[in-house]
Structures are given as C-alpha cells and as structure tokens.
C-alpha cells in the first residue's frame, strides 16, 4: 500500500491516541514492525494561535517514521493554516480527524461531529491539501448515530477532495468503542472508494487482524487499544500474515524491560513527574491479563519517579519467578 508516494512495509498501523500513543510509545511500535504512526491530535485552532503545547504534540522522530501529524478542528480555512505549520515537523503526511467520539471535541462541531455534514469534511480535505504538498489523509467514524450510518457518503467527499486514503474505524460515535466493531461497514467504504482503505477497531492480536483484512478487503489495519501494553501486537500479527507463525506473548521480564524503556524515554522528552504519572496506566496495560497482578497494578498508581519503576518491575519479575504471577 502507498500512501502518495510513500510505500509502506507492514500490515497494521499504530492508531493516533490521545494521551497515550505519545513519542515513546510511537518508537516503541515502529520498532516492533507497525507500518507507520500518527501523532496525537493537534487542535487547527491552537496552532493557528500559537499554542505550546500544540507544537509540542507535533514532534515526530526519525525512528518512528513514516509518520503523520494529525489535525482537529471544523473551519477550512483555519484547517489550511494549520496544514501550513504543521509542515515545521516534516510530517510525510497529514491526517484530519473526523471520528474522536469524545465530548470535549465533538461537543465543539470537531472529530466524529463532521459526520454530520460530509460537505464540510470535504471542504477541510480539500483546504489542507491545496495547503500543502504532502498527502492528506482522514480518520472517520461509520457514522454520528447508529441511524446516521454515512460514512460511505463521507468518504466519498473526502476522495473527491483529494484524500490520499481514508482510515475507518467500525463503530458510530455513539457507540464508543462498544459493542463489537462493524465489518460490513467497513467493507462497504472499501468498495466503494478508489483510494486506499484502512480498517480500524477490534484489532487485538494477529487472528483478529487476518479476520479484518478477509473479511473487509481493506488495504492495511490500524490497532490502537490493542496495542497498549503490547507494542509487540505488531511484530505478531507481520509473523501470522507474512509467515503463519503465531508468536509465543513475551514473557514478563521482557514486558516490564519493555515498559521501563517506553517510560525512561518519556521521561527523557517530558520530565519525570509528567511521564511517571502517565506511566501508571501504561503500567496497568502492561499487567493486564497476569494473575495476581491486581496488586501490581494498584501499586502502580502511586508511581512518582522512574525509581520507583524500576523497583516495580524487578519486584513484578520476582514474583513470578516465586510463581506468585503467571500469564493467564
């Protein structure tokens, strides 16, 4: 699959999140295979004004390249700005966010609100590609509501308007991220467009991701939930699809290696007390599905220095070296 004239060399993606998928985490999936990543969401408007901690958002590093910068907001022509400065992080691409089902962005007319008005996505696809001269791309949702159902429609707009590609994630805004992603909505965008697909929702580990490529046709896969606490998801679902392997989990001591590097890079970028905050529930992802690891995870909310992390991980290890911690 290319996006422009970019190639790219894997399977699945790593989905922007907001919050979670930041430098460290992005590197750490980009080494473990994923084809490309996308930055966290970056407000049209706040670049526009000149906002920190927007520019902040858009630092992307060579390791976890292909990357894109990815942009909220509803007006094309503050959009096409934005487009412009974003161009100071050399992003190979852009991506529009038209699916954040969250309130704060919603509730302002941004993310999976577009869907309501496909004319308006495709007015800010075509102001950011006249904008700039890398790729546009867009991320949607099926629909506002389950009787809003249009993301056919929408992404039809956004091809007219130039998208390079289009990312669909299988559920309507309010839906979340429940009940189980929508595959014939998926496919019917696939059919329906000439440029590329990317399927998005429920892709959990490399079965999941083989049943979505079957059964939409979609040109490449984006895991985003899947991926917290196992940016190795990536590595395992190249092995099934390239070889038919299914690679073994990693083992614990390998998850909490793993982990402190994700962490100690952070905190490299953003300080210690803000990545040690936000390593808590990355801390609990990468726990998840150990028994006897509530106690771990508890433990993990009090985090306040990349000592203490350390500690934790070496007592996490120990304990299931004791067998007081086992993969369920």
């Not at 793993?258 to 390593?279: C, D, N, P, T």
């Amino acid at each position: 699959m290319k996006i422009g004239n970019i190639t790219l060399d894997a399977h699945a993606a790593l989905a922007p999140m907001a919050g979670v998928a930041d430098r460290a985490f992005r590197r750490l999936c980009r080494g473990y295979g994923a084809a490309f990543t996308v930055s966290e969401m970056v407000s049209s408007k706040g670049l526009s004004y000149g906002d920190r901690k927007s520019g902040e958002l858009m630092v992307l590093d060579d390791e976890e390249r292909p990357s894109a910068v990815q942009l909220f907001g509803n007006e094309p022509d503050t959009m096409a700005r934005a487009a412009e400065l974003a161009m100071s992080a050399s992003p190979d691409w852009l991506d529009i966010n038209m699916g954040c089902p969250a309130p704060k962005i919603a509730g302002n007319g941004s993310g999976s609100a577009l869907l309501r008005d496909p004319a308006l996505c495709g007015r800010l696809v075509e102001a950011a590609v006249k904008a700039v001269d890398v790729p546009v791309t867009a991320k949607i949702r099926l629909g506002y509501a389950a009787d809003q159902k249009n993301a056919v429609e929408v992404a039809l707009a956004c091809e007219a308007a130039g998208a390079a590609a289009v990312t669909v994630h299988g559920r309507t805004r309010d839906q979340m991220y429940a009940p189980p992603v929508d595959i014939a909505g998926i496919r019917a965008v696939k059919a329906a467009l000439h440029i590329p697909v990317i399927a998005n929702g429920d892709v959990v580990d490399a079965r999941s991701a083989a049943h979505m490529l079957e059964e939409t046709g979609a040109d490449l896969l984006m895991v985003g939930r899947g991926a917290l606490g196992a940016p190795w998801v990536f590595a395992e679902i190249e092995a099934y699809l390239n070889e038919g392997r299914l690679l073994p989990p990693p083992p614990i001591a390998v998850r909490m290696s793993v982990l402190y590097r994700q962490i100690a890079m952070a905190a490299e970028w953003k300080g210690e007390r803000v990545a040690l905050r936000e390593a808590r529930k990355h801390t609990a992802w990468y726990l998840k599905g150990w028994r006897g690891a509530a106690a771990w995870r508890a433990e993990a909310s009090s985090l306040t220095t990349l000592s203490d992390l350390a500690d934790l991980c070496e007592r996490v290890i120990r304990a299931n070296e004791k067998g007081d911690l086992s993969d369920a």
